[in-house]
């Protein structure tokens, strides 16, 4: 996997030591698109409209990514930065919510700690 991207003219560092969580949300998309799991990018937070309100989309603490798993499974997947990335309380309460409803609510930090975890839900 080739690490390194371009913002403007600078290169952001992907490297596994200096990792962004955008980084590692990037690297499990192209994991899942590679293994044929669909799934979708999901934004959550909110914006100013033009007459000075807000507009939210998503749900607070909705996870980063959307699959589905073999016989329908709902798989959600929360990105972190490999070094000091945490759950908001939000973040815990949904995971543990799909967790609780037959789901797979999982926190990855790396393509390998998605494929680990894919393997131990038996999706992959």
């Not at 990037?26 to 669909?38: C, F, G, H, W």
């Amino acid at each position: 996997m080739a690490y390194g991207r371009k913002v403007g003219k600078s290169t952001v560092d992907d490297s596994p030591r200096g990792a962004r969580e955008n980084s590692v949300l990037n690297a499990v998309m192209e994991y899942l698109s590679l293994k044929r799991i669909p799934h979708w990018r999901i934004n959550s937070g909110a914006t100013k409209t033009e007459r000075g309100g807000f507009v939210r989309f998503g749900s607070k603490g909705m996870s980063d990514i959307y699959a589905i798993g073999p016989a329908g499974i709902s798989v959600w997947i929360e990105c972190k930065r490999p070094k000091g990335g945490r759950l908001s309380e939000a973040q815990k309460e949904f995971l543990d919510c799909i967790n609780r409803n037959d789901g797979v609510g999982i926190v990855v930090n790396s393509v390998d700690s998605l494929e680990n975890q894919l393997k131990e839900a038996q999706i992959i």
